[in-house]
């Protein structure tokens, strides 16, 4: 054992001191001769006073004063000290990039070892993280390290944290050539590798570099952790890994001989949870894909997935505009469009479905659709009427994308003419034609009237076109296509052009949206186009152009918004961050100068990402002697409970000496005990939660009464328990953010909320019933009876089927039904023997709608969906409803976790739809718990009249 504060031990030199006082006698008293006093001799005292203490005491008095001086020193058992290669100088390198957070933890405690150790060895410490903390220097020289203490290493080993870039492992090699021509000889290296190599040509490079520069240094130690797990999102997948299966990312790691299961969270805007889906990595797997199975609308509004249990910026993704996936429609012109290779929908199915959210129908059931764009075939829009009802589509904002074919073309490969033909030779008219340009009555091909000597190529796209920066393929040829009329705008209209300068993509507006003109068909008959990557590059981008994402210039400069950290929570920028040319996404790993996160504008918002650049990993070869960190024990602190003892045995003093002198306030030796107990008091007990009480003795039977339940004494809230786990946590997460929202807002006070059982617990006792209505449920008679009588006594039962059937709606004015089979069934079996009034839609001239806030809107996590009340004057009690039956899946607007925060996301409201949800739980409790106060305000003026009278 040894102090770190050894100087205090020479207080123990004033324990002779203190023996001495102690056993000090009272001086000898005087004899004077005083007659009366020989009637005093015969009295015997009581008891005798003892001139000095018992032994017991004065050794308990002196320990108490030795441990508390031991304690005060700080002494330090050591453990088991962590064996330390060489002697000398001992360089500690650390990897702190993008695969250390996961068991950061674990690898600093097993550094904090190294420390120890080598402060115990009195052994001077370079401490190196391998991932820099900012932009290298302008000289790019490396900076000398300096050589610390064991105390000085260890502070500053607390400040280090993660980065979310890969460690610099050739700087680190550089830094320790310059560290050995600067130092004598250093004694060992202790590496703290994360055990994986750096990606790309560049990173092996620079990973043998440092094993090179390492095996030149001194005796070198590799401590790896055999537990830690490392694992990339990236969001790149495979072309036929689209919409319907639901891939949303990839998930690469490490091969293991055993399979894993892991966890991914898909959050919202607003941080919430929309989706959790368990991946699978089968044995010796690098990767997996991520599906999560949601609604496109949902979908959309994905903004991060994370690993569960691996707080990492590699195991982050960032999602930005060009992720979310577009409704987009496809007109089914004829039930042959699909026929492999030569069908009109087979090569646009498969350009769209990775990157769109692909519907396919007739003209009339597309455009009934929330759609962003329509794209027709040719000889799909042969109908006036039908062209009637696409271009009123059209200008209300949506973009048409149409592709030529026999029936434009007008030549004598037509089955028939068509009005399409006719109209385009004439004045075009885009709300007639729906064409941006007028055409020429012949399509141009080779061997024809107006032929081509040769195939003809493709020209940079212009500056204009939402495809400028697209690489051209040489091999993309165009052999025949619809000619466009000479105009003087033509050129404006064009987006994309063949090498000779004819129109191969025109485009003209109508009302708020875009009709677009592929002068070529959608299959490889008349050009090669549809069999190439830039066929589906420039739909991608036509898709993201017709939702407002338009693509930023190659050479823009996009700011940094937000970036990610080590632990991959998403914050503020670091001030040395810049900006990044748009044309580098993709290809540009993080780095300190351009940290993964989000950049640029909100409507051309990228994302730079960990697994952009990495598409495997591997594990880095071993340098040195290769170790773990198991079995080191730390250094122990016996310290405080050496205090605690001492301040024991002072209380076991003062209790003693109550005793011999009677207790007295009075006395300064009492007041001085009492303040030694209270000091002991505040002392929190060990593991206090795992008590367990004592036994206590048994009342007579006629003594035992049934406690009084917690609801009896507080106002709560209460919820119907279904069965189902995850809804009960729900329901009893929401009426918990209610309850406190009340409780912030508003006079009430209201507990914890409680989970009842109809027909089993004592209903009486709670204002308002939360049911959540599940597909399979189910009520006996003697729950009916309980829920009936409740209701009876002016309870209250807010029925939430939780959005499962949205288009639910009344059939009549007396009852609440609908058509969907899931929810609405389970509805109608629990409600059977309720005693439900009539019912009507719940407005903004109801009670409940200005209870306590005025509102207009009644949401929960679902917004728009309806809810019912009884229908004035066909309640009883004071015509108050005693049901409010809706499907807005409130218990999911309010829920909180321990901390306090909204685990779910709310649709499509964010923030503002979470907090009318709130206020109307709020309303609905002040209405369970007042009535129809507030609609009797309006009797007031006449009563204050009548008082008058």
């Known amino acids: 054992m040894f102090f770190q504060f050894p100087a205090l031990l020479g207080a123990l030199l004033v324990l002779p001191g203190i023996w001495w006082l102690l056993r000090a006698w009272p001086p000898a008293p005087r004899t004077q001769v005083f007659p009366p006093i020989a009637l005093l001799t015969r009295l015997k005292p009581a008891h005798d006073d003892a001139a000095t203490p018992p032994l017991w005491l004065l050794l308990l008095r002196l320990a108490a004063v030795t441990l508390l001086i031991l304690g005060l020193a700080i002494p330090v058992i050591p453990g088991r000290p962590v064996p330390l290669p060489g002697s000398g100088t001992l360089v500690v390198l650390m990897d702190n990039g993008l695969f250390s957070a996961a068991d950061w933890p674990a690898r600093t405690a097993a550094a904090h070892a190294v420390l120890d150790a080598a402060g115990h060895a009195g052994r001077k410490i370079v401490l190196l993280p391998t991932a820099p903390n900012g932009p290298a220097s302008p000289t790019n020289e490396p900076l000398l390290p300096p050589v610390l203490s064991a105390e000085e290493a260890s502070h500053r080993l607390d400040a280090l944290r993660p980065a979310p870039w890969a460690p610099d492992r050739a700087r680190i090699a550089a830094t320790l050539r310059t560290l050995m021509a600067a130092h004598a000889p250093i004694g060992a290296v202790i590496y703290f590798d994360d055990g994986v190599a750096t990606p790309g040509k560049e990173g092996a490079v620079a990973d043998r570099t440092l094993a090179a520069a390492l095996a030149a240094t001194a005796p070198i130690q590799d401590i790896r952790f055999p537990d830690s797990q490392p694992m990339v999102l990236t969001g790149t997948h495979t072309p036929d890994e689209g919409a319907d299966s639901g891939v949303m990312a990839q998930l690469i790691t490490l091969p293991q001989a055993m399979s894993r299961h892991v966890r991914i969270r898909a959050h919202g805007q607003d941080g919430g949870t929309l989706a959790v889906t368990d991946v699978t990595i089968p044995a ?460 912030a807002r508003t006079s009430a006070v209201l507990g914890h909320p409680d989970g009842v059982r109809p027909g089993k617990d004592d209903l009486a006792y709670y204002p308002l019933l939360y049911w959540p209505i599940t597909p399979d449920a189910h009520v006996t008679p003697a729950e009916t009876a309980a829920l009936s009588t409740f209701m009876a006594r002016g309870g209250m039962i807010v029925i939430d089927t939780q959005g499962v059937d949205p288009d639910t709606a009344r059939n009549d004015e007396t009852g609440f039904s609908g058509d969907a089979p899931g929810s609405t069934a389970a509805l109608r079996r629990v409600t059977a023997g309720l005693p439900i009034p009539a019912l009507a839609r719940l407005d903004d001239h109801h009670v409940l709608s200005h209870t306590f806030y005025l509102l207009h809107a009644f949401p929960g996590r679902y917004a728009g969906q309806p809810v019912w009340v009884a229908r004035e004057g066909e309640a009883e009690n004071d015509d108050v409803s005693p049901v409010i039956i809706g499907s807005a899946d409130w218990a999911h607007a309010w829920a909180v976790d321990q901390n306090g925060d909204t685990r779910f996301a709310v649709l499509p409201g964010g923030d503002e739809q979470r907090r009318t949800a709130y206020r109307f739980g709020v309303n609905a409790v002040i209405y369970a718990l007042t009535g129809n106060y507030k609609a009797d305000q309006v009797h007031v003026p006449a009563i204050l009249r009548r008082l008058g009278e």
């Open 284 to 743: 010796d797997a690098t990767s997996a894909p991520v599906s999560v199975a949601l609604p496109t609308i949902t979908r959309n509004r994905v903004d991060l997935l994370s690993v569960d249990a691996t707080p990492s910026a590699a195991a982050t993704l960032l999602l930005d505009e060009g992720d979310r996936l577009r409704p987009v429609g496809l007109v089914s012109a004829s039930a042959s469009g699909d026929t492999p290779l030569v069908g009109t929908q087979f090569y646009l199915r498969r350009a769209l479905t990775p990157t769109a959210d692909l519907h396919t129908g007739t003209v009339a059931s597309l455009v009934s659709q929330p759609l962003s764009v329509l794209i027709a075939p040719d000889g799909s829009l042969t109908d006036g009427e039908t062209r009637k009802r696409v271009a009123d589509w059209v200008r209300k904002g949506g973009t048409l994308i149409r592709f030529a074919g026999r029936t434009l073309a007008g030549n004598e490969d037509s089955a028939s003419e068509t009005d399409d033909a006719d109209s385009s030779t004439q004045k075009n008219d885009v709300a007639t034609t729906l064409l941006p340009v007028s055409l020429m009555p012949t399509a141009r091909q080779l061997g024809g009237a107006m032929s081509w000597g040769k195939p003809q190529p493709l020209t940079a796209f212009p500056e204009t076109s939402p495809f400028h920066g697209l690489p051209i393929p040489k091999d993309v040829t165009v052999s025949r296509q619809v000619l466009a009329r000479p105009a003087p705008d033509l050129d404006s209209r064009t987006w994309a052009r063949l090498a000779d300068g004819t129109p191969l993509v025109t485009h003209t507006p109508l009302g708020k949206g875009e009709v677009v003109l592929f002068h070529v068909t959608p299959t490889a008959d008349w050009s090669n186009l549809p069999l190439s990557g830039l066929f589906v590059a420039m739909l991608e981008r036509l898709v993201n152009h017709a939702s407002g994402v338009d693509a930023p210039a190659d050479t823009a400069i996009l700011p940094p918004v937000l970036s990610l950290d080590g632990d991959g929570a998403l914050g503020p920028p670091p001030p040395f961050a810049r900006g990044l040319a748009a044309n580098l996404f993709g290809s540009t790993p993080p780095s300190p100068e351009h940290p993964p996160g989000l950049y640029g504008s909100r409507s051309a918002r990228r994302a730079l990402n960990v697994g952009d650049t990495i598409h495997t990993l591997s594990v880095l070869p071993a340098v040195g002697v290769s170790a773990t960190p198991a079995g080191h024990q730390p250094d122990r602190y016996p310290g405080p409970w050496l205090l605690a003892l001492g301040l024991l045995l002072l209380l076991i003093d003062a209790i003693w000496t109550w005793q011999l002198r009677g207790f007295s306030l009075g006395r300064s030796s009492t007041r001085a005990s009492l303040l030694v107990l209270l000091l002991v008091a505040q002392i929190p007990p060990a593991f206090a939660q795992d008590a367990v009480p004592l036994p206590q003795p048994s009342p007579p039977p006629s003594q035992i009464t049934e406690p009084v339940p917690q609801a009896a004494l507080e106002t709560r809230l209460a919820y119907v328990l279904t069965g189902n786990a995850e809804v009960d946590s729900v329901s009893r997460e929401g009426l918990q953010g209610l309850s406190d929202y009340v409780n």
